[in-house]
């Protein structure tokens, strides 16, 4: 059994410890101490990282640290002698971090349970992302209040105890969350006039070091509501991060900061608005276009007409509403390749009541291009790399398609 300091003080950043174990975990090694202040991952908290200080005076990382019945593993990369004396150091700022975030956790769960009997069924935290499952909808009113409560306990600086309870005394404790099938001794975190529950995991002696709680986001979680929000450092560093967005937003719209959601608006109103004109008038310039390809069809061997379009800088979008057009015609083999950003695209269809088979001509295609392709008999599409010379490799398919018996 590893002797877990950091259970009774959180605020311990070393200690001295021994190296009873030193156990292989395929390219890693985990060492195991008779003490330690890292936190190992569970409870939703993250794994503490930190370093151990051989005599010699070289640091070796711990780049996670696991529990398995009561034997705390230091993940490594280099083995370390058993009985070897070590300095384990703790990485103070992410486990601030951390505790920032669990401590945020429990006084938002709290705030959710107290104002609206909603219970915290799962908890998740991530790298620089944290979030809790509640099992009932919560709409953004809801949100606001809970945060607006949970940010004045951190503010009161609210004291943070940790007691060992028998389970039989904790069954009358009026506690948030509890679960029954925890026997003998529990850990309790006790939050003043605050959460209560049993919890594995680091806090701070006093929430204000908590810092700040904001909330960013809620969605829909099977039948009740994922709420994203973070704490302390990683609430600040993320909030500066959108200041910085809304700047330059209100830079590049000419507006000032309050002003950037009304230019966003407007702006994507122009946008909708230069769409649609554009869509009219490639419609146009189709119809015309369409007008010259029929006037001037090419014909296979069978006798069918092959209409082939070959366009530069087009777009997805006008090739579909060629091939629209183009596709009520009757004993026709269609041929549409264009090229869009860094990609040469082919459209290969036929028309109404027309016999024949398109699989033969994205074949040829993805030979001549080197690109991918398929599709049915009717309708084959495909890709490839842009290349300078596509139109003249797109005349070597339109031959084919001309000629092939």
Sequence with gaps: MTEKLYERDSLRRDCSARVRECVPQGKVYGIVLDQTVLFPEGGGQLSDQGTLVLPDGVAVPVSHVSEKDGIIFHRTTVPIVPDTHVRVVLDWDMRLDHMQQHCGEHLLSYAFWKLFGLHNVGFHMGNHTVAIDLDGEVDPAQAAQAEALANSQVWANLPVRIDYVPHTQAADMVMRKRNENLKGMLRIVSIQDSDVCTCCGTHPPFTGMVGLIKLFKLTKHKV?????FLCGRWALEDICRKVDYISTAGQLLSAKDKDVCDGILRLKTDITALHEQLRRKTEALQDIEMQSLVAAPLY???????IAAIEDDYDSDSARSLLQKLAVLPHTVIAILYHMDQRVNYIFALGENTAGDCFQY??????????????KRGLCQGSAAFCPDWQEKAQQVIAYITTRT
């Design 224 to 228: 009740g509501t994922r709420v994203d």
């Design 300 to 306: 296979d061997s069978q006798g069918r007409q092959v």
């Design 362 to 375: 994205i074949r040829k295609a993805n030979d001549v291009f080197g690109g991918k392709g398929g599709g």
